[in-house]
């Protein structure tokens, strides 16, 4: 009797709180609304629909009653977005004080946040030019997570601004990373966004990290994000291409950009293989200093040699791996000939000649 009360006391409490909570949020709402109200911010549900699919990847009715956290590539932001109010919020928690906030803003106090966010939302869902330009100047920090997060490239000021300040890698929030590489979508289509990426090439060491953390995490952003293994690929072909366009020549002693291609080789061989399959994506830099970089490995494996020992006083070099294949010459016993693959019972070889060939390994002797 006992439990059943105190589950029913549980449940009644639950209830009251969910609905002291809805009452806050709706305060808090009416509060941003009408301090956009008074600052000629107003927007209509057909607009704040198109811009939210079109800019942030998300569907209308997606959205519920109340706040819901903005995602982005299933990463949770520093923003929600409020259906019945339509606009986006800073922040995930509720303004402390609802009701000295109100006097503040009916008396006209100067509130930086609220500004923040009326900025925020006018360069948005309206465009609006004063806005842009302030934020461009102003706050840097805004500037980048609507060109980054929010895929606001409308303005080149407001663009440039954010470019300008993105420096180092480790500086970025893990919800804003795959929104360096991909437009944000709502049909799953991934874009790359080659505006933002050109931009950002003159910061060698910043793209070094960001291709670095998408060649070391693919496994876990394809599974976290449904992207196709081939469209991840590509985005990593073309951030290895991007730090390779406009140079004639490069040392690969000191180059970055072949350090890198060098180190995503050496970390992920199954990236160069699927490059090379796929014709690099037809990226031209790409594809010829990944072929330098398999001359290189070639030169530098040790060599193997053996001595071909037939009592015959020769041995075939045969094609292929069988007695009938065709013979491509005759090797005498004594000659030593390069091992190139030891597996199974034909051995992969190379004649003084240059000829390459099989060899039956009963008739080669190591070195």
């Known amino acids: 009797m006992m439990k059943s009360f105190l589950i029913l006391l549980s449940l009644i409490f639950i209830s009251c709180s969910g609905k002291q909570e809805e009452k806050i949020i709706e305060k ?6 009408s301090y956009f109200t008074n600052h000629k911010f107003n927007d209509t549900e057909e607009n704040f629909d198109k811009i ?5 990847g998300i569907k209308p009715d997606k959205l519920q009653n109340g706040y819901n956290n ?13 259906k019945d109010g339509k606009y986006i919020k800073i922040g995930n928690d509720i303004l402390p004080d609802l009701d000295n906030v109100k006097a503040d803003i009916k008396s006209n106090k100067d509130y930086p946040y609220f500004e923040e966010l009326l ?27 609507l060109v ?20 180092n890698w480790d500086d970025i929030e893990q919800s804003s990373r795959l929104s360096f590489v991909f437009y944000n979508s709502t049909t799953n ?4 966004r080659e505006k933002l990426l050109q931009k950002l090439k003159s910061k060698d060491s910043f793209l070094y990290a960001l291709t670095t953390y998408f060649a070391d995490n693919k496994d876990n952003i394809i599974k976290k994000n449904d992207i196709p293994d081939s469209t991840l690929q590509k985005a990593i072909a073309y ?15 000191s180059d970055k950009t072949y350090l890198l291609l060098n180190n995503v080789y050496v970390s992920h061989p199954e990236l160069k293989d699927s490059f090379q399959k796929n014709k690099y994506y037809g990226y031209p830099s790409l ?34 791996k069988n007695t009938s294949s065709q013979i491509l010459q005759k090797i005498n016993t004594g000659e030593q000939v390069e091992v190139l693959d030891q597996n199974g019972d034909w051995w992969l070889v190379v004649s003084k000649e240059g000829k390459k060939g099989y060899v039956h390994k009963s008739r080669i002797k190591a070195e």
């Open 148 to 167: 980054v997060l929010f895929n606001y490239e409308k303005n080149e000021t407001l663009f440039n601004s954010a470019i300008r300040n993105i420096q």
């Open 119 to 145: 900025s925020l939302n006018k360069i948005i869902y309206q465009n609006d030019l004063i806005s842009i330009l302030s934020v461009a100047s102003k706050n840097t920090d805004l500037a980048i997570d």
């Open 52 to 56: 939210n699919k079109d800019l942030l």
């Open 70 to 82: 903005v995602l982005i590539f299933n990463e949770t932001t520093n923003y929600q977005i409020s």
């Open 239 to 253: 951030l290895l291409q991007l730090g390779f366009e406009g140079k004639e020549s490069i040392d690969i002693q």
């Open 189 to 192: 289509v991934f874009k790359i």
């Open 287 to 320: 594809e010829k200093y990944s072929k330098d970089y398999g001359l290189i490995q070639e030169d530098n494996q040790e060599k193997v040699y053996s001595r071909i020992v037939d009592p015959d006083g020769f041995t075939n070099l045969r094609k292929d």
């Open 28 to 33: 808090e709402t009416e509060i941003i609304e």
